[in-house]
């Protein structure tokens, strides 16, 4: 046991020197992987499906991997909350604000290493079938993802414009992937507020660059702390502007129309992915807000906290209401998105550095949960389109009780007269049951799961803080109440798939489909078992965050590679 311990050990060793050897450039891969990847794939046509799904399953595998490596390389590095935990790469060895940086802080490489882990699931997810409903799935899906990482890595404000459009575009073919009007009808939606957000986010990027002659996120948080004040409203003006953006793209409340039907008429794979798009939207709000109206940003100093708490509570209140309201998994999966991300938007209102490690922890835990909900949906669905009895049909009678309403004495008895006491579950159907429980305990936040566990976490640092005030209260009784709403909503569709319909056909389950929900749900265990080093990440990360400081410091400092020196001519 012992020489395993130090064989283990010496391996992370030798880990750890390489990625102090690769970086910077490692900063760069989450990007470049899926550029490539998808540029290798337009040189192939639909002949070579095969070959693509290969590529797409390979590269997400990498990706997963530089991700991971990366989270590491930055918990790693820290030692402290210093700028020494932040790694900048400067494009072009031009220094900041000059050039284009990318900026690999732990918030940045937490949300790329989800990414790559749903990416992954969905890539394997998707050869098994869905991937042939349409043309270009695969190049597309690295697209996607390239823009993804893109967004969570760059630390240039024009750059996370170019880099939401690149992941706009490929969504946009992604959600009509497998045809039909229900998706044309929902992609038109959600392409029409997509480029109204992105015209938003132009406008107010050019009034915040006429105002500071600056995009670097950096650069702009040390502007508009020395702001003129004659200056300091058409700025916050321009931040609104931005926001507005931003809080449709996160799906906060009453922007939000476009995105169940979206999100409810695309392919299980896709869905899965679009579960981190809202995720952006938090992303960027969280990230611009406490680098440029953090608590040192003078007179701007949490600009816009009471705006995005109401918008945060609103949203989860309407999500909340929605998963109780529906009856189809598919948009009970979109709403438990909604739910998710005004979850989040709340606890970013708040401006509590306790609360927001709780809240970075419900977001890794949520986002794997919706993810696998997505996958699993289409299985189940699948499979009771199979049976005798439509998945939403409703039944009037109630099966256990006689037109007296007196109970039957022979309920338990199925067709043939055999009783159905000590009969054993199919193994199919026991594997879509118990991960319909896992993802019910994870969404509705019941322990001892990890959706239980960031739950808390944001209760105990509302309890925490000094005064806890209307806002606090109204955070933990919409928390609470929305998390009974979704385990009522989760245990009614369970007994309507699982319960309430006779099992005609056992459900077909290909390893390329289990796998994958087993992995993401796997990963949502994992969490729970490592809770404790988990959560120390996300308190650092929320101590980071709260100033703003160390991430100005970083990029600012970061230095160009000096030239190689000139070699002396011989005479």
């Excluded at 992604?174 to 406008?203: C, E, K, P, T």
Aim: hydrophobic share 55%; net charge neutral.
């Amino acid at each position: 046991m012992n020489s395993l311990h130090l064989l283990f050990d010496d391996a992370m060793h030798l880990l750890d020197r390489l990625l102090e050897f690769s970086m910077p450039h490692l900063i760069a891969a989450p990007i470049l992987l899926p550029m490539l990847t998808a540029a290798l794939m337009l040189l192939l046509d639909e002949r070579h499906r095969r070959t693509k799904a290969t590529l797409t399953v390979v590269s997400g595998l990498l990706g997963m991997l530089v991700s991971l490596a990366l989270l590491r390389w930055v918990n790693a590095a820290a030692t402290g909350d210093g700028p020494g935990s932040i790694g900048v790469y400067l494009s072009g060895n031009w220094m900041a604000p000059f050039g284009i940086v990318l900026v690999a802080d732990r918030l940045s490489t937490m949300m790329v290493a989800l990414t790559g882990v749903i990416a992954f699931a969905a890539s394997i997810y998707s050869t098994s079938r869905w991937d042939r409903a349409g043309v270009h799935f695969h190049p597309m899906l690295q697209l996607q993802l390239m823009g993804l990482n893109g967004a969570f890595l760059t630390g240039d404000l024009f750059n996370l414009f170019v880099f939401f459009e690149v992941m706009l575009a490929a969504s946009y073919g992604l959600l009509l992937h497998g045809s039909g009007r229900q998706r044309v009808q929902a992609g038109l939606h959600y392409i029409a507020i997509n480029l109204a957000a992105s015209s938003m986010f132009l406008i107010g990027a050019a009034m915040l660059y006429g105002m500071t002659g600056t995009l670097n996120m950096a650069d702009l948080g040390q502007r508009i702390a020395a702001l003129d004040p004659a200056d300091r409203g058409l700025v916050h003006a321009a931040a609104a502007i931005l926001a507005t953006a931003f809080f449709a793209k996160a799906g906060a409340w009453p922007l939000n129309f476009w995105l169940v039907p979206a999100y409810g008429s695309v392919v299980a794979p896709v869905g899965a992915v679009f579960a981190l798009l809202t995720k952006l939207g938090v992303y960027t709000v969280l990230r611009l807000w406490s680098v440029l109206f953090g608590v040192d940003a003078g007179a701007s100093a949490q600009f816009g906290q009471t705006a995005i708490l109401g918008l945060g509570l609103v949203t989860l209140f309407v999500g909340a209401l929605g998963v109780l309201g529906t009856q189809r998994l598919a948009l009970l999966a979109s709403y438990s998105v909604l739910v998710s991300a005004g979850t989040l938007l709340a606890a970013v209102g708040l401006g509590q550095a306790a609360v927001w490690a709780g809240a970075l922890y419900y977001l890794m835990s949520s986002t794997l949960a919706v993810s696998a909900l997505f996958l699993l949906v289409d299985i189940v669905e699948r499979w009771r389109n199979g049976s005798s009895v439509a998945p939403h049909a409703a039944r009037d009678d109630a099966p256990f009780l006689s037109e007296d309403l007196r109970l039957l004495s022979d309920v338990n008895l199925d067709d043939n007269a055999q009783a159905l006491y000590g009969r054993a579950i199919p193994a199919g159907v026991a594997f879509l049951g118990l991960a319909f429980i896992l993802c019910t305990l994870l969404l509705a936040g019941l322990p001892p799961l990890a959706g239980f566990v960031g739950k808390f976490a944001m209760l105990s640092g509302l309890l925490q803080a000094p005064q806890l005030g209307h806002a606090g209260i109204a955070v933990m009784v919409l928390l609470i109440g929305g998390g009974f709403l979704t385990l009522v909503a989760l245990c009614r569709a369970g007994i309507r798939y699982f319960w309430n319909q006779p099992h005609a056909h056992m459900p077909a389950l290909p390893a390329l489909e289990v796998l994958p929900v087993a992995g993401l749900l796997l990963a949502a265990i994992g969490l729970t078992i490592g809770a404790g080093p988990v959560m120390q990440h996300a308190q650092a990360t929320a101590q980071v965050l709260h100033s703003g400081l160390h991430y100005r410091q970083a990029v600012m400092a970061a230095s160009p590679v000096p030239p190689p020196p000139l070699k002396e001519k011989t005479p």
